[in-house]
Structures are given as structure tokens and as C-alpha cells.
């Protein structure tokens, strides 16, 4: 299967704190992708960053890009309440297809 | 602009029966994916169309066909519904699905097959 892992599954932290979470993935990319979704609803994208970078910033998001490792992580800083929901990463190559990964729920404690 | 339009919201079925899920895209948008989102497999990309042509497709049984109209408009189907049918469809559109187009997500229509 192409598709990729997110560590971890479940992540449950209190307001304020940062969240780290890790996508790996098997294939070679030309992008990969963060998205958000909220209680079983649609995805909402969040970030892209391209194969030939390695950071890139978003407001309070930040995420890296190891290549030679084939992983990525995303970073929410200060978290808040609204921030509770499951993060998805997606990889796209050269099909153009995006291959999403197993996602990340995460709780943010008030 | 409206965003990415799925109907029905929720539908049941018994197995056996067969299932046609429609897809509106965001105005201009020529490429529409559609997805399978189940607890046990997550997210499983099922196929894209763009220009009426399914570009890619994923790993899933003939029973799972798809359109594209020439209004960019798509529509799902599923024959003779197994009860592991069950799951989240999901629709997202993007202009024309090249690399590094970010996806829009409907809300996407919740199938039940008993």
C-alpha cells in the first residue's frame, strides 16, 4: 500500500501547549500536504510544502520536510480548543493523485 | 464562490443494493476525486476525473464506477453494496489537478449498508 503512517494515532495535550505530529510515507513526492477535519466532516487543507523545501510557516503551524527520510511533521504551536480535530498528511508524485496518510487525532484540553 | 456540494448528506441501503452519490465542484474546477473514509482503512483514494476522462484511479473493486459531466459535475456508483461498503465518500475538487494543487472537500455523504 502506498499510503502513509501518522504517529502519533492519538495525541491529547491542555491549551497552550505545542503539538508535534509525524507523517511518514513510501514513495518518491513533488509535494506533501497538511489537512484538518473535524468530526467526520470534509478535509480542509492547511499547508503544502514542495519536495525542494524543507520549512515552511503558517501562522501558528509550522512544518518540516526530510526528503532522505521520506517523513514530515507539523507543528501547531500554543494550541487551543479549537484546534481538537484529525490531522491528515498527503503526499502527491507524479500521478498528480494525493495518497493521504492514516491521520493523527488530537485533544486539546481546555 | 460556493464551496464543494455533496448529496445526499446521509443515506441507507441494504446489500445488495446499488447507490449513485453526486458531486458538485467549486465553479471552475475541472478535476474531482472522490475518497473512501472508514475507521479501519482511513482514507482510500478511489479515482479522479478531470475533463469528463478518469485520470487515476485507486485500488477498488469494478462495483465502484464514477462520471464526469461536462459541467464538471461527478457522480459515484456503487453496485451490489457490501455491508464493508460502509464509510464517509468524500468529494474534492481542484482546478485542474495539477502538482501541487491543494484539494476542497465536500462535507461528504455518510453511507450505511445493512
Known amino acids: 500500500s502506498q499510503q502513509g503512517e501518522e504517529d502519533p494515532q492519538a495525541l491529547s495535550i491542555q491549551e497552550g501547549e505545542n503539538a508535534t505530529m509525524n507523517c511518514s510515507y513510501k514513495?518518491?513526492?513533488?509535494?506533501l500536504q497538511w489537512y484538518r477535519q473535524n468530526s467526520g466532516r470534509g478535509l480542509v487543507h492547511l499547508i503544502l510544502?514542495?519536495?525542494?523545501?524543507r520549512e515552511k510557516h503558517s501562522g501558528r503551524l509550522r512544518v518540516t520536510l526530510d526528503t532522505s527520510k521520506k517523513s514530515s511533521s507539523l507543528l501547531i504551536t500554543a494550541s487551543r480548543a479549537a484546534d481538537t480535530a484529525s490531522y491528515f498528511c498527503?503526499?502527491?508524485?507524479?500521478?498528480?493523485?494525493?495518497?493521504f496518510g492514516t491521520g493523527t487525532l488530537l485533544a486539546v484540553q481546555p | 464562490k460556493a464551496g464543494v456540494t455533496q448529496t445526499p448528506r446521509y443515506l441507507i441501503k441494504t446489500r445488495g443494493q446499488q447507490v449513485t452519490l453526486s458531486c458538485s465542484p467549486i465553479?471552475?474546477?475541472?478535476?474531482v476525486s472522490w475518497y473512501q473514509q472508514t475507521p479501519g482503512q482511513g482514507l482510500q483514494f478511489l479515482f479522479e476525473?478531470?475533463?469528463?476522462?478518469?485520470?487515476n484511479k485507486g485500488n477498488f473493486p469494478g462495483r465502484f464506477s464514477g462520471r464526469q459531466f461536462s459541467n464538471s459535475r461527478s457522480e459515484m456508483n456503487v453496485s451490489t453494496l457490501e455491508l464493508g461498503d460502509s464509510a464517509l465518500y468524500l468529494c474534492?475538487?481542484?482546478?485542474?489537478?495539477?502538482?501541487?494543487?491543494?484539494?476542497?472537500f465536500g462535507s461528504g455523504t455518510q453511507l450505511s449498508v445493512l
Open positions: 474534492a475538487s481542484r482546478s485542474t489537478g495539477g502538482v501541487g494543487e491543494k484539494l476542497f
Open positions: 514513495t518518491s513526492i513533488n509535494n
Open positions: 510544502i514542495r519536495s525542494n523545501e
Open positions: 498527503a503526499h502527491g508524485g507524479a500521478t498528480n493523485k494525493l495518497i
Open positions: 465553479s471552475g474546477h475541472r478535476s
Open positions: 476525473y478531470f475533463s469528463e476522462t478518469q485520470r
